[in-house]
């Protein structure tokens, strides 16, 4: 089935480890995204990437790094993590290209990540 | 930078009653797009309007993009429990256009 994956679904993690969230599309979309969600503060964007082997910083970038080595995959690393890390976290896709697209992002389940 | 904000935050309705979100950008949006969230899901995109007072109806969904495309508005008839959830909005976002930058989100209630 088509879509995008994220694994884990869930982490407990401790102050100052690293962490790799994955996340992997089979559509062959060319742009990714990586957004926490906060109670009260809705969708914000972290990190993104256009193409395969580009990638560029959102609005909260600082403690988090991303690579696109290739179009399937898109991981977003916490370097050493913090308790201000504590969110949910969602890759998402889309087609940015098409011209006929509407350009909506395909949304990953998330991952639920806590940092203590 | 760009904002994009959502009214209500949340909003609690008794089923059959009428609900209405609003968003407002602080810039004008070349077009903008909605997302439903059901509580532990993921967003999903619902629809995208492009043009100045554009009006589009999804069964009991109504969506509204203002003349000014500053602003826009979902308006749901008759809630039912499925309508539950977190509606977003999103806009694009600046710098390159596969971005979007999402209002803060309309949390509905629906009881019985």
């Known amino acids: 089935i088509a879509g995008i994956t994220q694994a884990p679904t869930s982490q407990i993690l401790a102050a100052g480890r690293r962490m790799t969230l994955r996340c992997t599309q089979d559509?062959?979309?060319?742009?990714m995204y990586w957004y926490r969600q906060d109670l009260g503060l809705g969708l914000r964007l972290i990190h993104y990437?256009?193409?395969?082997?580009?990638?560029g910083k959102g609005e909260v970038p600082d403690g988090y790094s991303v690579s696109r080595a290739n179009t399937d995959d898109f991981p977003l690393t916490l370097a050493s993590a913090v308790p201000s890390q504590t969110s949910v976290y969602f890759c998402?896709?889309?087609?940015?290209?098409?011209?006929?697209?509407?350009?909506?992002?395909?949304f990953g389940p998330g991952t639920r990540l806590t940092v203590l | 930078g760009q904002q994009v904000m959502q009214i209500p935050q949340y909003q609690h309705v008794q089923e059959g009653e009428d609900f209405t979100t609003y968003c407002n950008s602080s810039t004008t949006l070349s077009n903008i797009q909605w997302y439903k969230q059901r509580p532990g899901g993921h967003p999903v995109f619902l629809i995208q309007l492009v043009k100045s007072g554009e009006v589009k109806k999804q069964k009991r969904l109504t969506f509204q993009f203002g003349e000014a495309k500053k602003n826009s508005s979902l308006h749901i008839t008759a809630t039912q429990t499925t309508d539950v959830g977190t509606y977003f909005c999103?806009?694009?976002?600046?710098?390159?256009?596969?971005?979007?930058?999402f209002g803060t989100g309309t949390r509905l209630q629906v009881t019985l």
């Open positions: 559509m062959r979309h060319n742009a």
């Open positions: 998402a896709s889309s087609d940015s290209m098409a011209l006929s697209s509407y350009n909506e992002q395909f």
């Open positions: 990437s256009n193409t395969a082997g580009t990638t």
């Open positions: 999103a806009g694009p976002g600046t710098g390159t256009a596969s971005k979007l930058t």
